[in-house]
């Protein structure tokens, strides 16, 4: 029964380095959502995407950030030139349509 | 700006005893009500959603919406330390690109005294 797959865990980079994070959506789920939660602060809506289409994007910075969901493979959040800001959890939620969403264990990201 | 407020808590309750949470929420088109829980570095996890006005109940919790006043609540009946956790109300829209994306509030820390 296996969930909303996230990896890796935990993530270090040093500033100006690249992050990459994946999600494995449940199965059967075709929509995927990426959440950012900050320290002492609440999840916040980043991107959310079906098979290679991003749906909306609003939530998510304009640079640095992009997003995919190819029709092979999981979903992957990219970020570019890490800053020490984007240390935080990231959350990755799935569901079959308007559904309730499930989320993954999350990635913690730790920027040196 | 749609918002989700919570009390931060600390909430404490001895166990065995009824926990209340409660939550607004700003934007009056919400549809959808989700409470999730998560426990310290863990995801959440959900446990109840809502979608119309009045109780819904399962096991030991029970959600109940008033859209006139905005509000929505978590009752969790006889409270174990298991159930010590930041509880997380989550609202969904209906339109507007809003009817997928969940907002958030911040969270209340529950915690059971044995």
């Known amino acids: 029964n296996a969930g909303v797959m996230q990896n890796p865990r935990h993530l270090v980079r040093r500033r100006g380095q690249e992050a990459r994070l994946r999600c494995s959506p449940m199965?059967?789920?075709?929509?995927v959502y990426w959440y950012r939660q900050l320290p002492e602060e609440g999840l916040k809506f980043m991107v959310y995407l079906q098979k290679e289409n991003i749906i909306d994007e609003s939530g998510m910075p304009k640079e640095r950030f992009s997003a995919e969901f190819p029709k092979e493979g999981p979903s992957i959040l990219r970020i570019q030139q890490v800053v020490r800001g984007d240390s935080a959890a990231y959350f990755c939620?799935?569901?079959?349509?308007?559904?309730?969403?499930?989320f993954g264990d999350g990635t913690r990201l730790s920027i040196l | 700006q749609k918002e989700v407020e919570q009390n931060s808590g600390p909430l404490s309750v001895p166990e065995g005893a009824i926990a209340s949470l409660n939550c607004t929420y700003s934007?009056?088109?919400?549809?959808?009500f989700f409470w999730y829980r998560q426990y310290s570095g863990k995801s959440p996890e959900l446990i109840m959603f809502i979608y119309s006005n009045g109780d819904k109940e399962d096991g030991r919790f029970t959600a109940q919406l008033n859209k006139a006043s905005q509000y929505v609540s978590l009752l969790i009946r006889d409270s174990q330390p298991s159930d010590s956790a930041t509880y997380l109300c989550?609202?969904?829209?209906?339109?507007?690109?809003?009817?997928?994306?969940?907002?958030f509030g911040k969270g209340t820390l529950l915690t059971v005294n044995p």
């Open positions: 989550a609202v969904k829209g209906n339109s507007g690109g809003s009817n997928y994306k969940l907002t």
């Open positions: 934007d009056r088109g919400s549809q959808s």
């Open positions: 939620a799935s569901s079959p349509g308007e559904q309730p969403q499930h």
């Open positions: 199965k059967g789920h075709s929509h």
